[in-house]
């Protein structure tokens, strides 16, 4: 499941802070997690409702005060219900020229030799005061917040590693990989291609699979048909368009895959709930 081509390319943070926050609700574009991965690893804490959850093939249903944990370089994305979260999207490296024990310990993390776990409930309130330490930091950005936050990781991490938190992996088996290859050729499509005109067809040839089985196996890894994940995926640049620049939106429906400005306002509502014209003059 590591290192896949299906990559997010945004950096994250400074050159000399690469850690980046991003608070995040439901008029927010990005709001929906759609599938993707970065060398970078990260932690999304859930503020209020739900969040459906999945990293590479595990699924979770994660709660008001629950903390996700993922490595980076695995697949992952999700689908909130009426929930408000933040995330740190960090590189780990920055965290490893500290001291040789930082560095030795860190190493351990990044390999390929443990696991995290992926999912804290909010039970554990320790974990759950040093991460919104870590979190609010990163909010407030107040004169000397980069120590604080620098500080908190190596905390979280240690606590990670003195209770005994992860697993020790073995390789992904042969069956899992080819399975996660099948989903990243399809979403790559999807990724680079969805302003053209893609059929199911299109999908199912791209992960090597015939139709009706690339549709049975695509809904249990999204929970969304191809099509329904391909128009959701294009409201989603949609939004984030609209967020960004001052094209109309015609035009932004037009670069988004829809030839018919009407269906493209029914379809942003059916996803958003609202008109584009309306997701423009809410708040973020």
């Known amino acids: 499941m590591k290192y896949m081509n299906y990559r997010e390319e945004k950096k994250h943070g ?23 991965w970065h060398i970078e690893h990260e932690i999304i804490r859930i503020l209020k409702g739900e969040f459906l959850m999945t990293i590479g093939e595990e699924e979770f249903l994660a709660q008001a005060g629950d903390i996700i944990f993922v490595k980076g370089g695995l697949l992952h994305g999700g689908i909130p219900k ?12 920055s965290l490893m020229t500290s001291s040789l024990a930082g560095e030795r310990l860190l190493k351990k993390i990044r390999s390929d030799s443990i696991l995290i776990f992926n999912h804290f409930s909010a039970c554990d309130t320790e974990l759950a005061h040093i991460t919104g330490r870590m979190f ?36 992904a088996s042969t069956k ?38 690339f549709c049975r196996y695509f809904r249990e890894m999204t929970h969304r048909t ?55 003059s809410a708040p973020l």
């Not at 690469?18 to 929906?32: D, S």
């Not at 004169?143 to 073995?170: K, N, P, R, S």
């Not at 990243?184 to 499509?189: M, P, Q, S, V």
């Not at 939004?239 to 037009?254: E, H, K, Y």
């Open 176 to 213: 899992e990989g080819r399975r996660i290859e099948h989903l990243k050729k399809a979403l790559e499509l999807i990724e680079n291609s969805y302003p053209d005109c893609i059929t199911l067809d299109d999908l199912a040839r791209a992960a090597g699979m015939n139709a009706k089985y």
């Open 14 to 36: 400074t050159f000399d802070f690469p850690m980046e926050f991003y608070h995040v609700g439901p008029t927010h574009p990005r709001y929906e997690m759609s599938y993707h």
């Open 136 to 171: 609010g930091q990163m909010k407030r950005r107040a004169e000397g917040h980069e120590l604080i936050v620098i500080g908190a990781f190596y905390e979280f991490f240690g606590y990670i590693l003195e209770h005994g938190y992860y697993a020790i992996t073995e390789d």
């Open 226 to 280: 191809p099509i329904d994940y391909l128009n959701y995926y294009r409201i989603e640049q949609a939004c984030f368009q609209l967020a960004t620049s001052n094209s109309s939106v015609a035009d932004i429906g037009m670069s988004c895959g829809f030839n018919d400005v009407s269906y493209f306002i029914k379809t942003f509502k059916k996803y958003k709930g609202m008109t584009p014209k309306k997701y423009l």
């Open 82 to 93: 009426n929930c408000l979260y933040e995330c740190i999207v960090f590189n780990l490296d």
